[in-house]
């Protein structure tokens, strides 16, 4: 059900898709004399935000461009699926991690719909680095285990060095919390840590001395309103729909899930069963990061808004650990399979209306910089399902070059 909306439409539902698609497209055919990306496009290689640049290019060489796009976006559920087997042998039996299926509709989060495709590819490498660095402080000392946990690390930086910083302090503190006293362990911990920062530097480095567009500065920093920051955090749970509005659907379904989980929290502790300490610490100190920390940074923007998405993870993380017995189960399993299927519907009309723009597409010439004419109107008519008034948007498109348009970084002349 997570694999479906990618692959039965053409155009993903997401909205900065295309130029993260077109930028792997410079990058596999920056030579091929079909194109003319050499003339007029620069390309600066680095070592972040890199993972579906990468992947892409590297399925583009057996398969067309488009297909080689979805291939990669195709790697979130599928890392989704291995933490939740993940889950499943760690727990084992006695505890079935039914609540780890959170992770699914959890995933079709505002980071998905805006098209920030390294950053919604690194949310569940983050959780998959963190259960890894619970093995490596539990396990022993070796040359596997610390190679295993650097190639995660790795894999922090080079998708999106922002996770690797949110990952730091999480390591910090489970070491707090898992602490023990033995020369192993802080041995073990202080590794972790000391490769985590090694690449936080290279991360500085890089971007500090490689050559790349210069963006204006913003002085200072700025934060959000409260009420800002909820509602983008309430995105998830109202159909991506603001305060002002109500995805009716989406707030009883959702609903429905939190009384669930509830429930079953409930029962558990009536049980004596208690949720990992570390889970718990490590969601309130991310809530109390989405409100306290700014929204930019100079030219670095929605700092505290992308901790939404992992918010919604460390949820599902933890939901995982709560058992689910009788109704509860059967009804969680049911919630959950209709909000993907809410999200699949919703996820399929967004890509019909992204597909409305290939008629406009399709009049430029191959290679040509330049619309077919110096000013091109364009007038769109549609009615909304259940309404009779029809509403008309006519778009004038002056001497827009093709470069610009996509937001990409033209050589200067």
């Avoid at 983008?232 to 899930?257: E, K, R």
């Avoid at 597909?355 to 091109?376: G, H, L």
């Amino acid at each position: 059900m997570a694999v479906w909306p990618l692959w039965s439409a053409r155009f993903p539902p997401m909205q900065d898709y295309p130029q993260h698609l077109f930028q792997a497209q410079v990058l596999r055919a920056y030579k091929d004399a079909t194109f003319d990306y050499n003339q007029n496009f620069e390309v600066h290689l680095k070592p972040v935000y890199a993972s579906f640049y990468l992947t892409t290019v590297f399925f583009s060489w057996f398969l067309p461009i488009e297909i080689a796009g979805k291939l990669s976006l195709t790697l979130y559920p599928i890392l989704i699926a291995i933490i939740v087997v993940r889950l499943g042998r760690r727990l084992g039996r006695e505890v079935a991690p039914w609540g780890a299926l959170l992770f699914f509709p959890l995933a079709f989060n505002q980071q998905y719909f805006l098209g920030n495709v390294n950053y919604f590819l690194a949310l569940p490498i983050l959780i998959l680095t963190l259960l890894d660095y619970e093995d490596f402080l539990d396990g022993t000392l070796g040359a596997w285990p610390i190679v295993r946990h650097f190639l995660w690390l790795a894999a922090l930086f080079i998708t999106h060095p922002f996770t690797l910083i949110v990952y730091v302090p999480m390591a910090v503190v489970a070491a707090f919390i898992a602490r023990r006293r033995t020369t192993e362990f802080k041995i073990k911990a202080l590794i972790s840590l000391s490769l985590a920062i090694l690449l936080l530097v290279a991360s500085w480095v890089i971007s500090n001395v490689t050559t790349s567009p210069e963006y204006p500065a913003a002085p200072g920093m700025t934060w959000l309103s409260l009420k800002n920051t909820v509602e983008f955090f309430a995105l998830m749970f109202n159909g991506m729909q603001g305060l002002g509005h109500a995805d009716y659907v989406a707030l009883i379904l959702w609903g429905s899930v939190i009384a669930v989980v509830l429930g079953a929290l409930i029962a558990n502790w009536r049980e004596r069963s208690r949720l990992p300490l570390l889970y718990v610490v490590l969601l309130i100190s991310t809530i109390l990061g989405l409100i306290i920390l700014p929204f930019r940074i100079g030219s670095y923007t929605y700092i505290n808004l992308r901790i939404s998405a992992i918010i919604y993870f460390l949820i599902a993380l933890l939901a995982a650990q709560v058992r689910f017995r009788g109704w509860r189960l059967y009804s969680l399993i049911g919630l959950l399979s209709l909000l993907m299927l809410n999200s699949a519907v919703k996820q399929a009309r967004i890509s019909s209306e992204i597909k409305e723009i290939v008629p406009i597409v399709s009049r430029i010439p191959s290679n040509s910089p330049y619309f077919p004419s110096s000013s091109t109107t364009i007038r769109q008519s549609w009615t909304e399902p259940g309404s009779t008034s029809t509403c008309t948007i006519i778009i004038t498109i002056t001497s827009l070059s093709a470069v610009d348009s996509i937001h990409t970084y033209p050589k200067r002349r």
